[in-house]
């Protein structure tokens, strides 16, 4: 399943995509962001399943626009570069904007 | 040397007339309808108030949303560029600025001549932005004007979930029914519209000192607000909404220098 | 507020059909979401009874009331219920549901019922949020995309509308397809700016048609974008309280080039239908 978290606004489309297919649940990539915007845990979209999934708490969902700025200065940054995007082994996280 | 800028905003329209780089008339009118006309009344005010004539400006430079608007302005400049001479002619320590206006919000970068190295806007989305504490104000039936000295009162922080100002406007409606004291409720309003500011700064970067524009800097709740956040002292001007059209006339003044 | 007419009817209906006491496992749904509430019973996966009302102030209380209004005079007791499952935007706030379901998972798996198997793309449109879902011939989830950080196109930017327009907002699709030609939509995506855009817009002269025509063309363009991004496979359903306006769903079909399908259960229900479906799965697989 891929799962889009974020937002559209007036501003842009803003999206944290994580793949439950792709997603070993590992748990990297909590640590990996500064700002505490991912965790482990069951995957809620889909009761049938067993393993757990990573996903984007849900406090973050409707500012991560703000929050991922930290890893985003306005020039310069690199997408594949993000700390949650290299943390990942089996490229399961993939950024929007 | 004669020179005036005017910055053509979402809700006012600024006009400034400096001589010599210095301040001598200016003007602040509704943006209303017809923005032409408005910026026409906002010139006309300030030349009266400068007690100079049209003929005796040497250039007019226009800023603002509605710049491209101003047929009579010899010269155009983005409002990053205009807030950045502005500052860089009252501060020249500041190194970022920070413009809160009705509609938008921007952060900017510059070095020591007022060169802009990097800016971040935050624009369509009135969360962002003044339009976010207008709603609010209305909401909890506080005067747009008292909205900052009234939350300077809160004992208590308490959050405020929604990132949009429509569902905003909801949640302070329940926050009021609930009893929560206005104050502590204005406060987080303004909490909430710093904590979006602060992060769009952060895409630029933080060098001191920074000073804060645009019509939001005369809210000393957000003032507040903001400066816990970044955890400093701002530079504001004693008219921070005329920043922009002063800078437009400032380079205005450098074009017919070189 | 002098008038509360912004509104959906509150409906219950029980199937003619089916008789609970014959059935061997009895499941319940429960929606209850920003604007309204909705409890489904289901018997051994058939649809058995539901209503659909207003939520009310309080969580807990609303999805009581909506639970007995859909049991009444059926005989049926809550306690007979096996298991019932709580989804929607107070997923939480359901005393007496045995487990709480994401609407995301809830919605696919209750297009599934509603529209068929064939169902590939699912779009809600709700009060305060907005789902663009993809889901498989089973309904389970393949894609996903909730919006509920921003108003506009949820059903409260709508709200906003009829509210400046004074228009009831059951007749806004009618009135929005009362318009000689489509006008050019409304250039802001944030409701704030789009309602000074409409005020402004009136104030030319435009009438309510009009300026209800550019704002559904311009909430239709946004959730077209939104589906986009999740790509739309046929076949297409439109669940929630915004499938019944025809102005929306008319445009959002002619950008996409689909036609969503049609249904003759109650679009509203989507939600608490897959709760009750997800009860009985959960049951079967031991995981209840």
């Known amino acids: 399943m891929l799962a889009n978290y974020g937002f559209k606004d007036g501003t842009g489309e803003f999206f944290i995509t994580i793949d439950s297919g792709k997603c070993n649940a590992c748990g990297d990539c909590v640590p990996a962001c500064p700002e505490g915007v991912l965790a482990v845990g069951e995957d809620v979209n889909d009761p049938m399943r067993d393993e757990q999934v990573a996903f984007v708490v849900e406090r973050q969902r409707r500012k991560i626009k703000f929050t991922c700025n930290v890893c985003k200065p306005s020039s310069g940054y690199d997408i594949a570069g993000l700390p949650c995007v290299k943390a990942c082994p089996t490229s399961a996280i993939v950024h929007s904007w | ?258 | 507020m002098a008038e509360e007419f912004w509104r959906w009817t509150e409906s219950r209906w029980t199937s003619p059909e089916v008789d609970w006491k014959d059935a061997k496992i009895i499941t319940a749904g429960v929606d209850v979401g920003s604007v309204s509430s909705q409890a489904v019973v289901m018997c051994d996966g058939e649809l058995y009874c539901y209503a659909s009302m207003r939520t009310g102030s309080d969580s807990p209380d609303s999805s009581r009331n909506v639970m007995n209004w859909a049991l009444q005079e059926t005989g049926l007791e809550l306690a007979k219920i096996k298991y019932v499952i709580g989804t929607g935007y107070g997923r939480v706030n359901v005393p007496f549901a045995s487990r709480a379901i994401t609407e995301i998972a809830c919605h696919a798996r209750g297009a599934n019922f509603m529209y068929g198997n064939s169902v590939r793309t699912v779009l809600d449109m709700g009060g305060q949020d907005c789902k663009a879902i993809r889901c498989d011939d089973k309904g389970k989830v393949v894609q996903f995309l909730m919006n509920d950080k921003c108003a506009a196109g949820t059903g409260r930017g709508m709200e906003v509308f009829a509210d400046l327009l004074n228009v009831p907002i059951n007749k806004i699709g009618e009135l929005s397809l009362d318009v000689p030609e489509e006008p050019p939509p409304v250039s802001s995506t944030c409701v704030v700016f789009a309602k000074s855009e409409a005020s402004a817009l009136l104030r030319q002269g435009w009438p309510k048609n009009k300026v209800v025509a550019a704002y559904c063309s311009a909430m239709a363009n946004r959730v077209v974008t939104l589906l986009e991004r999740i790509g739309v496979e046929k076949d297409f359903a439109i669940t929630g309280g915004i499938a019944k306006n025809i102005g929306i769903v008319k445009r959002i079909a002619d950008k996409l080039g689909i036609k969503p399908l049609k249904c003759d259960i109650d679009t509203q229900i989507a939600g608490a239908i897959g709760g009750a479906l997800f009860g009985k799965a959960l049951i079967e697989k031991g995981k209840a």
């Open chain 2, 1 to 258: 040397m004669i020179t005036a800028g005017i910055d053509a905003g979402a809700k006012t329209i600024k006009a400034v007339i400096l001589r010599d780089g210095e301040l001598v008339g200016r003007s602040m009118v509704p943006a209303g309808f017809d923005t032409r006309e408005a910026a026409e009344r906002a010139y006309n005010q300030a030349l009266a108030d400068s007690g100079l004539a049209r003929e005796e400006v040497k250039a007019l430079i226009a800023t603002g949303a509605g710049r491209k608007e101003i047929s009579f302005a010899s010269d155009t400049v983005t409002e990053v560029g205009a807030d950045a001479r502005g500052v860089a002619g009252l501060f020249p320590s500041a190194r970022t600025v920070i413009d809160v206006g009705a509609e938008e919000g921007r952060a900017i970068r510059m070095d020591e001549s007022g060169k802009v190295l990097d800016f971040a806007v935050n624009e369509k989305c009135a969360a962002g932005a003044g339009a976010f504490t207008e709603a609010m104000a209305r909401a909890l039936e506080v005067p747009l004007e008292e909205l900052g000295e009234f939350s300077l009162k809160s004992t208590k922080a308490v959050p405020m979930n929604a990132q949009c100002t429509v569902f905003a406007e909801s949640e302070v409606v329940t926050l009021v029914h609930a009893k929560t004291p206005k104050a502590d409720i204005a406060r987080a309003v303004h909490d909430a519209i710093a904590d979006r500011v602060t992060s769009t700064v952060r895409r630029v970067g933080i060098t001191e000192d920074v000073a804060l524009i645009g019509g939001l800097a005369r809210n000393v709740g957000f003032v507040r607000s903001l400066e816990e956040d970044l955890k400093l002292k701002l530079l504001i001007p004693s008219d921070p909404e005329f920043t922009g059209a002063f800078g437009a006339a400032l380079i205005a003044l450098d074009t017919k220098r070189v």
